[in-house]
């Protein structure tokens, strides 16, 4: 399946640059739409990403989570997270020119899953507002 059109605005462009080069420990940052295709993505050199398949895998996590929690606690899943000893992944919900989206997050151990999380309500709520 062919990957929708989709508008990258400067704003977006740039709220990715800066989040990234404020927070060192911030590995890798993407939005994808919920249906799993690659919208935005920054990658530290460091990693092997393919953007497509990133996209592909955060919507399919994030729409388990989000059944689970549904299923489990009768509420909609906020942030999904994995922990791991090289660090935490996390994944929000947010639109994106109305569109739905998944933004995800790798983070070094280096920085607290506290901030992490900050981190991600701050950049998905920014991105919530680009018109």
């Known amino acids: 399946m062919k990957s929708p059109k989709m508008e ?3 704003e977006l462009v740039n709220l990715i640059k800066e989040l990234c080069s404020e927070n060192r420990e911030i590995t890798l ?3 994808s739409t919920t249906d799993g ?3 935005k993505s920054f990658a530290a050199k460091s990693l ?3 953007a497509d398949k990133l996209a592909a895998m955060s919507s399919s996590l ?3 989570s989000s059944s689970s929690s549904l299923q489990l606690m009768k509420e909609e899943s906020t ?3 994995i922990e791991s000893k090289g660090g935490n992944m ?3 919900k947010a639109q994106y020119l109305s569109t739905p989206c998944v933004v995800t997050m790798v983070a070094k151990p280096d920085m607290s899953l506290a901030q992490a999380r900050f981190a991600l309500k701050r950049f998905a ?6 018109k």
Do not use: P
């Not at 709520?125 to 680009?130: G, H, Q």
């Open 125 to 130: 709520d920014t991105v919530d507002s680009i």
């Open 79 to 81: 942030v999904a997270t």
């Open 29 to 31: 940052l993407s939005l």
């Open 8 to 10: 990258i605005k400067l």
């Open 48 to 50: 092997d990403v393919e």
């Open 37 to 39: 295709f690659n919208i």
């Open 90 to 92: 996390l994944f929000k």
């Open 62 to 64: 994030f729409a388990l």
